[in-house]
């Protein structure tokens, strides 16, 4: 069996940037001092266990120790995804290897291991500079509404609004039934006012401005935390967003979130890609809207026109007289939006969710 020598190359650390794994670079010299040298690189890899290490893809690396001691796994950190209850350091994980005989020796394979972890710290003391892995993006945009009324939104007080103000949809949230009630026909007044736009009951069409908020963050997929692991870990981060993202779609805040009021905010998009062979980017894109994700409709006791009432009054008549222009006369607030979403520092990796807090929240 060969001996095996650590060389001072493996002295080195890569540090990587925003949502990038850090890595270090293990070279062994593996020297069979005369005895028949294997021709692969797979076949050394097979001396290597067979004399103690621990050599595996996907899992950390285990030098064997000098008599009774523990295996080394070369570098710890702390994991991009964990939250401050799973605050460890947890070994580097072997991301691939290669070797070659060295070239002034037939004797000698020289092994490079790639260890790799996306970490907070950049070692055991130091924490990582900045912050955890974690970004915002902030945009605008726009969807076409059909619009009967306009006007400066103020909330429903149980009066009718002023002139120019539209009511705000009345939500409430049922925590028994994890469903928002009141969000098919609203407003107790039975009209949501506002300045009357429609003709003959026929809308106008309008855009309602909205903003797009997107939080991204990182989560690991079940992983070896050790060498010799029978069973993989799954991390909180995992459970939360890696196993069926789809269950935050289409979703409301059910309280108030970084200053926007219930219901005002809804999850369009969870997207979780890649970093690495077990690190994800998770994206997650909160829609603001300025009529709160609803439509409006006019009331109609037959089910198909609208019941109207002039808006065209006064002395003397619009001349020609014929000319009178009608508005729906009862027009409300509706829905299909009713599930709803809790979030709190603990639904993210350590230090994530202060970071969204003061990125995000409006005053």
């Not at 270090?24 to 001092?33: F, G, K, N, Q, S």
């Not at 605050?87 to 070239?103: C, E, F, H, M, N």
């Not at 692991?229 to 108030?256: C, D, E, F, I, Y």
């Amino acid at each position: 069996m060969p001996t095996v020598v650590v060389t001072k190359n493996s002295n080195n650390l890569d540090y990587g940037g925003m949502f990038q794994p850090s890595s270090r670079t293990i070279e062994l010299a593996v020297d069979y001092c005369g005895a028949s040298t294997p021709a692969s690189l797979q076949l050394v890899i097979d001396d290597l266990e067979t004399i103690g290490w621990a050599l595996t893809v996907g899992r950390p690396i285990g030098m064997p120790p000098d008599g009774v001691g523990a295996y080394d796994r070369f570098e710890l950190g702390r994991p991009a995804d964990q939250t401050a209850a799973e605050g460890t350091l947890i070994p580097y994980v072997v991301q691939s290897y290669r070797g070659a005989i060295d070239g002034g020796s037939n004797n000698i394979w020289r092994v490079s291991i790639v260890l790799s972890l996306v970490v907070r710290n950049i070692n055991q003391a130091e924490d990582y500079p900045g912050r955890n892995h974690s970004a915002v993006s902030i945009t605008s945009q726009a969807r076409s509404v059909r619009a009967y009324r306009i006007g400066k939104m103020v909330p429903y007080d149980g009066e009718g609004a002023a002139a120019g103000e539209l009511m705000l949809p009345q939500m409430t949230w049922n925590g028994t039934a994890e469903r928002f009630n009141n969000t098919w026909i609203t407003c107790g007044a039975d009209d949501i006012e506002g300045d009357k736009i429609d003709i003959n009951g026929e809308p106008l069409t309008m855009p309602v401005e909205q903003t797009a908020i997107t939080l991204s963050f990182v989560i690991r997929e079940p992983y070896y935390i050790n060498y010799d692991s029978t069973t993989r870990t799954t991390g909180a981060m995992w459970t939360a967003w890696g196993k069926n993202p789809s269950q935050h779609l289409n979703k409301r805040n059910s309280t108030a979130l970084f200053g926007y009021d219930a219901g005002r905010l809804i999850v369009t998009n969870v997207d979780v890609t890649p970093l690495d062979m077990e690190f994800r980017r998770v994206n997650i894109t909160l829609v603001d809207d300025e009529w709160y994700h609803f439509d409006q409709m006019p009331w109609s006791t037959a089910g198909v026109v609208p019941e109207l009432a002039t808006a065209c009054t006064g002395d003397p008549l619009p001349v020609p007289p014929n000319l009178v222009t009608w508005h729906a006369k009862y027009v409300l607030w509706v829905t299909p939006i009713v599930e709803g979403f809790s979030w709190s520092t603990t639904d993210f990796p350590e230090d994530v969710w202060d970071f969204f807090t003061s990125a995000v929240t409006i005053s």
